[in-house]
């Protein structure tokens, strides 16, 4: 357990459970679930007249998802103001960007999320390795 939690667990459980009761309520309160995964295909439903941005499931959930993308943004901005420590993860980026695009594969084999959604993984993963490129290059002309 120890190797696992070095920090010890209670952090990792007060997490856990301020997200599933914010969750929680956002459902009981409104019959919303919440979740990241359809915010930017909501947003692109903006700016994108191709059919499937303009999906009614899309169109009429991005209101809500946007208000709901700005409070996250707004609960990092309370929390550095708060405790003045950003939460920094301990894996690489380069990881984060494959294991998202290895997840959404598996899921449009399985028939979980549309093909269209493999288009989001390839936007994140160029988008990633053109900032880990340019932040290397910065990195070599400031040495």
């Known amino acids: 357990m120890e190797t696992l939690f070095p920090n010890g667990w209670f952090e990792y459980l007060a997490g856990g459970v301020i997200m599933g009761a914010g969750m929680s309520l956002l459902f009981v309160s409104t ?3 919440g979740g990241m995964s359809t915010v930017f295909t909501s947003v692109w439903s903006y700016f994108s007249r191709a059919p499937f941005f303009q999906e009614g499931r899309f169109v009429s959930s991005r209101q809500w998802r946007l208000v709901y993308a700005a409070a996250l943004v707004a609960g990092a901005f309370i929390w550095m ?3 003045g420590e950003p939460f920094v993860t301990g894996v690489p980026a380069w990881r984060l960007l494959v294991g ?4 959404d594969v ?7 999320i549309p093909a269209m959604r493999l288009l989001t993984s390839f936007i994140y993963a160029f988008a990633g390795l053109s900032m880990v490129v340019f932040l290397y290059a910065f990195h070599k002309a400031q040495s």
Request: charged residues 5%; aromatic residues 12%; glycine residues 24%.
């Open 81 to 83: 103001a708060c405790w």
């Open 31 to 33: 019959g919303l679930i």
């Open 106 to 112: 598996v899921n449009v084999v399985r028939g979980l």
């Open 100 to 103: 998202g695009f290895i997840g």
